[in-house]
């Protein structure tokens, strides 16, 4: 966990979140799945003219009112409540009932007459002999309410199928101008500036419209019985605005690490004119060199602080510019350059820097080994020992930077620890927005995935909650990051080798058309590298014989 005195901005609580649920009511027709939506007052203390699903805050009397519904046998209590409140919102804002006679037929037109939608609802619908088809709704996500808003919900989005006969009335106090439309049709509409849509709203609609009916929307939402995503959106400045993003997504992870109450503090924009700070003892600084393999560029790291002196990491290409901005940043007190690995993108800066510095500080690392390309050649001052700690001051105050050997991308590849806060500087061998490629004779799939197993349990066993790659944002969630790369690695190597059985005779060319069938050819010549290293895996294991 970070230290709160390295966190740049003073932190305050967010507001509590209120149980709410919202209901997506959907219809079949012969253009695809269609979503009833409706306009909010321009008065209401919550997204003010947006269009939204009906929904709004759970009451106590929807609790008690599970002997009205009907319930599926693995539907939970809280499912059932949230279904509850989401049966009376509609009713309420749009009078739509989802409720049936005894007989199975839905509440019609003369039944929603005969109720008043400001009054309860389940005592009304007991009397007419109607009972809440609670066990026709299904959950289809959860939202929070992102962190930096004066008001904060707790939300399922549940879905349901619109009841045939009935028409939504809008109730015109809090709810106006009810629509039917596609979720593409909608998306389409708010980028133009014409249908206003919040953050979650746009994410559900971009998920549903994959959907090409509304029996396949509930089958997936059936099938386990929990929200097939949860998301409390974290937001930044990207080009000059406000831009939000869900926890899978490449920024979430630096938002996170910057602003962990969630206020709106932190640029996003790539920079390679100006060091940016992520913590009081962590800057990111970029070099200009953007591209396929690079990204927006390789992350340089200096680690510490006026007092204690800095550590730079991965200076990057021999960058007149960028190896003076490093050096200014620290005000010209670096007292040791650590290179993760020799590849052109990280190490030849650091012998420049290290001309720029008084006191001539060492360059780290590990010799790079016979198998590297000519120019991934790199000699340090001293070789590094894994489980080596480099400090920076003393105490509480101080700055440790712990080693991990991880050979895999590189022979001599290397990540580093900072062990007082929980950050894992992992250079090539995670990266966030790509998977790094394994380029043999250097590059050795094996040995990669032994290193992410030993980086899997330096997370679990040292508290490490956040990764800064060399190229692409912070990512947050550590292990989970380091596990779910692990497994695309083996889901790609199954690929790799149901290729390799299908085409027995084929050539690489041929099996990488078939087990890199999701990356776009353009991608092809690169994604090459990674499958040889996983035949010569796959090879080594026995599992079969390319050149049998």
Not at 58 to 85: C, K, V, Y
Not at 100 to 117: E, V
Not at 363 to 377: E, F
Not at 398 to 416: D, I
Request: charged share 20%.
């Amino acid at each position: 966990m970070v230290r709160p005195t390295q966190l740049l901005h003073p932190q305050r609580e967010p507001a509590p979140l209120r149980p709410a649920a919202t209901v997506l009511l959907l219809r079949d027709t012969p253009q695809g799945i269609e979503v009833l939506m409706t306009r909010r007052s321009l008065t209401a203390s919550f997204a003010p003219g947006a269009y939204v699903f009906p929904g709004g805050g759970i009451d106590a009397a929807d609790a008690g009112a599970h002997g009205q519904a009907t319930r599926r046998p693995t539907q939970s209590e809280q499912h059932l409540t949230q279904a509850i409140a989401a049966i009376r919102e509609s009713f309420e804002e749009l009078g739509v009932l989802l409720a049936r006679h005894s007989d199975g037929r839905y509440a019609d037109g003369d039944d929603i007459a005969a109720l008043d939608r400001r009054a309860p609802l389940t005592a009304q619908c007991a009397a007419r002999g109607l009972t809440l088809t609670a066990a026709e709704v299904f959950v289809l996500a959860h939202w929070m309410t992102d962190r930096d808003l004066p008001r904060r919900f707790d939300v399922p989005f549940l879905v349901a199928r619109m009841p045939e006969g009935q028409t939504p009335v809008a109730d015109e106090s809090e709810q106006f101008e009810p629509v039917w439309v596609r979720p593409a049709e909608a998306l389409t509409r708010h980028r133009a500036g014409q249908f206003f849509i919040i953050f979650p709203t746009i994410r559900t609609l971009e998920r549903l419209q994959a959907y090409p009916s509304v029996d396949a929307v509930l089958a997936a939402c059936a099938e386990n019985e929990q929200p097939l995503w949860t998301s409390c959106p974290r937001a930044g400045w990207l080009d000059g605005h406000e831009a939000r993003y869900m926890e899978h997504e490449p920024p979430y992870g630096e938002l996170h690490l910057v602003s962990p109450d969630g206020q709106i503090v932190h640029h996003l924009d790539w920079r390679t004119d100006e060091p940016v700070r992520l913590l009081n003892n962590v800057m990111r600084l970029t070099a200009p060199n953007p591209g396929v393999m690079t990204g927006p560029g390789t992350n340089s790291y200096l680690v510490g602080d006026p007092d204690t002196g800095y550590i730079a990491i991965d200076p990057g290409p021999a960058d007149e510019e960028h190896l003076r901005r490093i050096w200014q940043a620290a005000g010209g007190r670096i007292t040791a350059i650590v290179c993760t690995h020799s590849h052109p993108d990280h190490s030849p800066g650091a012998r420049p820097l290290q001309a720029l510095c008084h006191g001539k500080p060492l360059v780290l690392g590990l010799a790079s080994a016979p198998t590297a390309r000519a120019a991934s050649h790199f000699v340090p001052d001293r070789d590094l020992v894994d489980g080596e700690r480099l400090r920076l001051g003393r105490g509480d105050t101080g700055h440790t930077l712990r080693v991990v050997h991880t050979p895999g991308h590189a022979a001599n590849h290397l990540c580093l620890v900072l062990e007082e806060d929980g950050l894992l500087f992992s250079g090539d061998h995670v990266l966030n927005g790509s998977t790094t490629v394994i380029d043999p004779p250097d590059g050795n799939m094996a040995a990669y995935l032994d290193s992410l197993d030993r980086l899997l349990a330096a997370c679990r066993d040292g508290g490490i909650g956040f990764i800064l790659p060399a190229h692409g944002y912070v990512l947050g969630q550590a292990a989970e990051v380091i596990a779910q790369l692990r497994a695309h690695r083996l889901r790609r190597e199954a690929k790799v080798l149901a290729a390799m059985q299908a085409r027995p005779d084929g050539s690489v060319d041929d099996w990488v058309q078939l087990a890199y069938d999701d990356v776009p050819p353009r991608l092809w010549p690169v994604a090459k590298r990674s499958l040889l290293a996983h035949i010569e895996h796959i090879e080594s294991l026995g599992a079969f014989n390319a050149r049998g």
